[in-house]
Structures are given as structure tokens and as C-alpha cells.
């Protein structure tokens, strides 16, 4: 029987800090704009034509948390499996970037497939694994200063 009571964080060294992002995947990009804008409240933190970046809160060590909404069409692999059963595009959490060079050595020491990306133009880097489902889950941090 496993002992749940015990973090196996030291062990992994990293620990989840908070939300990064929730990303959805859109069939219909102007009515959920136009619903998260103006029946949720939600402000527009950035519009980058086929993705827009809704501002949750100051999130952790610089990286604001949002939800994003991705054009299905505009973005079909914009990273994250394009599934008929969910419109879930990724998961992210924050963590902090000195410690995402450990995330990749325990998903290597734990046989989990993963790949980086960077976003210079909001300064962020993303490690990206799958889920059992497949969902995707990014461990995202703030590296730069964005473009």
C-alpha cells in the first residue's frame, strides 16, 4: 500500500508553486471571447489572433495566470493532443524555472516522454509530458523578460 501522507517532492526536486494556465481549445473563438469578456468579466491580457489570453491573477514568480482560448482551426497543434472527447487544450503549473532542468530529470528517471518549448514573445518556457489520458500538463516558468 502506498503512503499518500509523504511528499515525494524532495526526492523530485521541484514542487508545483500554482495554476499557470488553463487552456481551452475553441470551436467557436468569438462567443467564448465574448463570454469569458463579458458575462465571466475576465480581462483580455492578450489577443494574438486565434489565441486570447484572459488575466486570473498575479500568479507565481512573474508568470500571470490566465485562461486561454485557442482557435481549434487557427491552432490545431499548438501543443496539446486535438481529441473529439475534450476541448482541453493543456494544463499548465508554475513552477520555478531553476527547477525545471529537475522536472526533466525525474520524468526521464520515471520513463515520461517530455519536450521544451520557449515563448519569448512572454518570456515564459513550458516542459510539456502527457497525462494517462493524454491530456497534455506543461510545468511552465517565467525565464526572460517577454519580446
Do not use: K
Request: hydrophobic share 40%.
Amino acid at each position: 500500500m502506498t503512503d499518500n501522507t509523504q511528499s515525494p517532492a524532495p526526492a523530485r526536486g521541484f514542487a508545483v508553486l500554482g495554476l499557470g494556465e488553463i487552456a481551452i481549445r475553441c470551436n467557436d473563438l468569438a462567443s467564448m471571447t465574448a463570454f469569458y469578456r463579458d458575462i465571466i468579466g475576465l480581462d483580455i491580457f492578450s489577443d494574438r489572433g486565434g489565441i486570447v489570453f484572459f488575466r486570473l491573477d498575479n500568479g507565481v514568480a512573474g508568470h500571470t495566470a490566465v485562461l486561454a482560448l485557442f482557435d481549434r482551426e487557427r491552432n490545431p497543434d499548438r501543443p496539446g493532443p486535438l481529441t473529439p472527447s475534450s476541448t482541453l487544450h493543456h494544463l499548465a503549473l508554475t513552477v520555478a524555472a531553476d527547477r525545471q532542468g529537475a522536472a526533466c530529470s525525474w520524468f526521464d528517471r520515471n520513463g515520461i516522454t517530455w519536450h521544451a518549448e520557449d515563448f519569448g514573445w512572454v518570456g515564459w518556457r513550458g516542459i510539456f509530458v502527457r497525462d494517462p489520458e493524454g491530456n497534455t500538463v506543461e510545468l511552465v516558468a517565467r525565464v526572460t523578460a517577454p519580446d
